[in-house]
Each structure stands twice: as structure tokens, then as C-alpha cells.
């Protein structure tokens, strides 16, 4: 391998971003670059950029999990029936929510690998049945009138940062570490280099399955509450797409689609490409259908490349 090669194999997805984010300075230099559009985005990517660390688990297990986006609504619509002024304390509408997208993520994590069904399979039929259960809770209609404490989720700041990016920077460090220093985490890429081998060696393939999906559930409820803190109500349509935002994170972040190699560093990039992409096409005013044939072609030239590798 010749040292160019290898040097975009590493660094590459960190030159395109730069390269995205020096085109979209030079186009609107004056609204893009400020302080405040800055925030924006880093604020806007948290929410995705939460579910995407989770995604990145389970795409390099070999996996794909499409019912983030209706976990991220059902938890986050019953949690803001308990999210209500002067009724429950702030940490029980955070604990429902969180421990639906753990038992929603459980569940898929034990179809895939007690039930032997396919990721793709086992996560349509659940985003299905959590879009449902979203409409059912509450007739379909919409749950506002939240407390100020829970609101400051999601408008919030510390020390002028918004604290949806501070949870999103503590995520990235738990993320991180969970995969690159831990047992768990190299269990998960040898899973998905190659099962057969992982179970040879003694690992419990099943139940790191289990763990990888429940993570992603807890990951999308947190997302969930993020996102409804920050709009101040709680839809039935909440994170509708949001599982292609995340999955195309991850991919253009260089998780490999067949799993086995991925690292957060290159989803950050991928989420961060996705943002700085969105806001800078919405400031030069292209349309938002326009943005979406612009991302699925990135979507496909990054499974493209990666099969190249």
C-alpha cells in the first residue's frame, strides 16, 4: 500500500469534511461562519449524533437498526406525559423513557440473535409496531405543556455551550471508550469480522447482540428526549427519517455496510459532514428535495468506496 493510499484510507474522510466545510465559508462567508451558525449546527447534528454513535455498535456488528426513529418517538411522547409542571420530578420522565428504548432495543437485539431474523427484518417489523404504539398512547395527538426543567434539555446552556451538545460530547467519550478500550468492544468487531470465528474463540455472540440493540434503544430514547425538550412538545411523527440520518452518518463516516471496521471518530466526521451539508445548502437556498437526492448520492458513492477498500 503506497503511503498516499494510506494516508486517505485514515485521513480521508476528515479531508473531504474539511475540504465541505471550506466550500460553504467561501459561498456564504458571512452567515456561515458566525459564532452563532456554528452552535447551530454542532446543535442541530446532537440529536442524530447521538443515535449515531449507537449505530455505529451495530453496523460494524454486521447489523442495521431502522426503528431508531419510532424508539425516539414513543419513548420520548410517554416520557412527556410524565414531564408535566409541578407533577414528577425531572429524573422520572428521563428513567421512562430511557428504560423504554432499553426494553424496545432488548427486543430486537433478542429477535436477531435468539430468533435468528435478519437486523434489516427484525428492526422494519419494530419500527412499525413503535410508530404505532406511538399513535395509540395518547389518540394521536401531541403532548406539550412541559416543565421549564425539562425544557432545559433541549434549549439549555452551561457556560454559554448548549447542553444538548454537552450531552452529545459526553456520549462521543462514552461511545469511544465502550468500543476502543474495552472487551465489549472488541467483541463487537469480532463479531463483525466474522461470527463464526467469534463464537469459536468463546465469545457469547448472542449475547452481545442483546447489549448492541439495547444500547441503541437507550441511545434512541435519549435522542428522543433531547429532541422533545427542544421543541417543547412530544409528536407522533418525531424522528420520522431519522434512522437514514443516522445510518448515513455512519457510512459516510467509514463504518464498513458488511461490518467489522468503523471507529467513532469517522462517524463524528459523518455526522458533522451531514450538518455542515444541510446548513449550507439551506443558506445558499437550495430545496430541501434537491438536498435529499444530494445525500442519498453521497450515501451510495460511500458504499461504493468502501467496497473499492
Known sequence: MTKSKHFLEKYGILLAFIILFAIMAFMRPRTFLT????????????????MAIGMTFVIITGGIDLSVGSMLAYASIVACSFAHPGEYPLYIPILVALGIGAVLGCVNGT???????????????MMTVARGLTQLFNGGRPINNLSDEFNFIGGGSLAGIPLPVIIFGC???????????????????????NETTAKVSGINVNKIYIQVYTL??????????????????AT????????????????????????GKGTIFGTIIGVLIMGVLSNGLDLIGVSSYYQQIIKGIIIVGAVLLDKKK
Open 35 to 50: 459564532v452563532n451558525n456554528q452552535l447551530n449546527i454542532i446543535r442541530q447534528v446532537s440529536i442524530n449524533g447521538i
Open 236 to 259: 407522533v411523527i418525531a424522528g420520522t427519517g431519522y434512522e437514514l440520518d443516522a445510518i448515513a452518518a455512519v457510512i459516510i463516516g467509514g463504518t464498513s455496510a458488511s461490518g
Open 216 to 233: 441503541m434503544g437507550l441511545l434512541s430514547a435519549l435522542s428522543g428526549i433531547v429532541l422533545s425538550a427542544r421543541v417543547e412538545t
Open 171 to 193: 456520549i462521543i467519550l462514552f461511545g469511544w471508550f465502550l468500543l476502543h478500550h474495552t472487551r465489549f468492544g472488541r467483541y463487537v468487531y469480532a463479531i463483525g469480522g
Open 111 to 125: 429477535i436477531v440473535a435468539k430468533g435468528k431474523v435478519a437486523p434489516f427484518i427484525a428492526t422494519l417489523g
